[in-house]
């Protein structure tokens, strides 16, 4: 992280078009290894009969934390099965690299480390983010120091100090949209990470508009079966030189497993993506027709996430669905909904989650692979036993 970031608009040339580097990338090597899926190396550690060449080995590694050649020495240095992860994530996000991580959250604070290490413990975000970015941020956990900007505002909110901007587009849990090339060009030297998570890169790749850092919490729709928890930073080798230092030192890798999952996940991402993606149009077309809905949020740049105001009591809504999973996260083959402000959002402070557009009565949808008529008769009923309920005042909307 101590490299300056790399001139921007520069991504790597992709090969193949986004869905054939879907299925192909990470496994260039198969064939010629005999294989045809990606094999599954679940080894902590690896024979090292020559101890000098690995005292050399390690050597490199510290000093620069370029990937090591060769063997694998340990598993908390790299593993195989993730590396094929790491490098069709790269190849997706148009970036040199990829470093994975134990979850979302890891991989955030790997950044946030790195940046510390290199003395730029100043971070400026925009709200609203994911409730535990902001979280990590604002409770300054890692020793970082945030300053919260609106996205115009960012230029002015640098400092000498400098290390990040951070920001989530579109945002969990509002959907709120930003101008990345706008964004990026406010940062000047400061290396810009965009949390891509709910877009991932089938919508949209932040390195294509001037981001240097991608961030994704790999759970949701990389991983796109609500079975893997993971996290990955796509970026330039230099920063993912630092980052492979902190995983090191610190030890939040990822399961080979969850590697592994990851990487036949990705296989599935743009077809997964745009047929979620249009069930969730139809939805918000629906729900914005619908007189029991006050408000409802759908990104521009498109997406399988939904979310919505009801004009009755939301925990009602939650209560009633049958086939929709009343549930936290997002990203999986199956729909799922869940009130930010008592779970996403809920370790973010009421008035920063105003601050943030969050409002109280905010419900947050992640759309999944059912049939669009199952799931609005689904909603329909939902809907119908909030409305049946009193509306509640918004101070009593959240416990
Ligand atoms: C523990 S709460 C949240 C999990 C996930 N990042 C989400 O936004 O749903």
């Not at 409802?296 to 990104?299: D, L």
């Given at each position: 992280?101590d490299?300056?970031?790399?001139?921007?608009h520069?991504p790597?040339?992709a090969a193949?078009?986004?869905?054939t580097e879907a299925v192909h990338?990470g496994?260039?090597?198969l064939?010629a290894?005999?294989?045809h899926?990606?094999?599954?190396?679940l080894?902590?550690?690896y024979?090292?009969?020559?101890?000098?060449?690995?005292?050399a080995?390690?050597?490199?590694?510290?000093?620069?934390?370029a990937?090591?050649?060769?063997?694998?020495v340990?598993a908390?240095?790299?593993?195989?099965?993730t590396?094929?992860?790491?490098?069709?994530?790269a190849?997706?996000e148009?970036t040199?690299s990829?470093?994975?991580?134990?979850?979302?959250m890891a991989?955030?604070?790997?950044?946030?480390?790195a940046?510390?290490?290199?003395?730029?413990?100043h971070?400026?975000?925009v709200?609203p983010l994911y409730?535990c970015s902001?979280h990590?941020l604002?409770?300054g956990?890692?020793?970082?120091?945030?300053t919260?900007?609106?996205?115009?505002?960012?230029g002015?909110?640098?400092?000498p100090?400098?290390?990040?901007v951070l920001a989530?587009?579109p945002?969990?849990?509002?959907?709120?949209?930003?101008d990345?090339d706008?964004l990026?060009?406010?940062?000047g030297?400061?290396?810009l990470?965009?949390d891509?998570?709910f877009?991932?890169?089938?919508l949209q790749?932040?390195r294509?508009?001037?981001a240097?850092?991608v961030?994704?919490?790999a759970?949701k729709?990389?991983?796109?079966?609500?079975?893997v928890?993971?996290?990955?930073?796509a970026?330039?080798?230099?920063?993912?030189?630092?980052?492979?230092?902190?995983?090191f030192?610190?030890?939040?890798?990822?399961?080979?497993?969850?590697?592994?999952?990851l990487?036949?996940?990705?296989?599935?991402?743009?077809?997964r993506?745009?047929?979620?993606?249009a069930g969730?149009a139809?939805?918000?077309?629906?729900l914005?027709?619908?007189p029991r809905?006050?408000r409802?949020?759908?990104?521009r740049?498109?997406g399988?996430m939904?979310?919505f105001?009801v004009?009755g009591?939301p925990?009602?809504?939650?209560g009633?669905?049958?086939?929709?999973?009343?549930?936290?996260?997002?990203?999986?083959?199956?729909t799922?909904?869940?009130h930010?402000?008592?779970?996403?959002?809920r370790?973010v402070?009421?008035e920063d989650?105003?601050?943030g557009?969050i409002?109280?009565r905010?419900l947050?949808m992640?759309?999944?692979?059912?049939?669009?008529e199952?799931?609005?008769?689904d909603?329909?009923?939902a809907?119908a036993a909030s409305a049946?309920?009193?509306?509640?005042?918004?101070t009593?909307?959240?416990?």
């Open positions: 992280m490299t300056p970031p790399s001139a921007p520069r790597q040339a193949h078009a986004p869905a990338a496994r260039e090597d064939t290894l005999g294989l899926a990606a094999p599954l190396d080894s902590t550690t024979p090292s009969p020559d101890s000098r060449g690995e005292a080995r390690l050597d490199a590694f510290a000093a620069t934390g990937q090591l050649s060769g063997p694998p340990y908390r240095l790299d593993n195989p099965t590396a094929r992860f790491e490098r069709a994530l190849r997706l148009g040199e990829a470093v994975a991580f134990a979850s979302g991989a955030l604070s790997a950044v946030l480390l940046r510390g290490a290199a003395g730029l413990r971070v400026v975000a709200r409730g902001d990590l604002e409770s956990l890692l020793g970082t120091e945030v919260w900007a609106e996205p115009d505002g960012v002015a909110a640098l400092r100090d400098t290390g990040l989530e587009t945002a969990n849990p509002t959907l709120a949209e930003m990345l706008a990026a060009a406010r940062c030297d400061v290396p990470l965009v891509n998570t877009a991932t890169p089938v790749r932040p294509d508009h001037g240097s850092l961030l994704h919490s759970t729709y990389l991983g796109g079966h609500g079975d928890l993971g996290g990955v930073v970026c330039d080798e230099g920063q993912a030189r630092a980052l492979r230092q902190i995983r030192a610190t030890g939040g890798v990822l399961h080979p497993l969850a590697g592994y999952l990487l036949r996940g990705l296989a599935t991402l743009p077809v993506m745009r047929a979620q993606s969730a139809e939805l918000a077309r629906r914005a027709a619908d809905v006050e409802v949020h759908y990104p740049l498109g399988a939904v979310a105001e004009a009591d925990h009602e809504v939650i009633a669905v049958r086939l929709i999973t009343p549930a936290v996260s997002l990203g999986s083959v199956d799922l909904i869940q930010p402000g008592s779970i996403s959002h370790i402070a009421a989650r105003r601050a557009g409002s109280d905010l947050r992640s759309v999944g692979l059912e049939d669009v199952d799931l609005w008769r909603l329909d009923a809907l049946a309920t009193a509306v509640p005042s918004a009593a909307l959240v416990p």
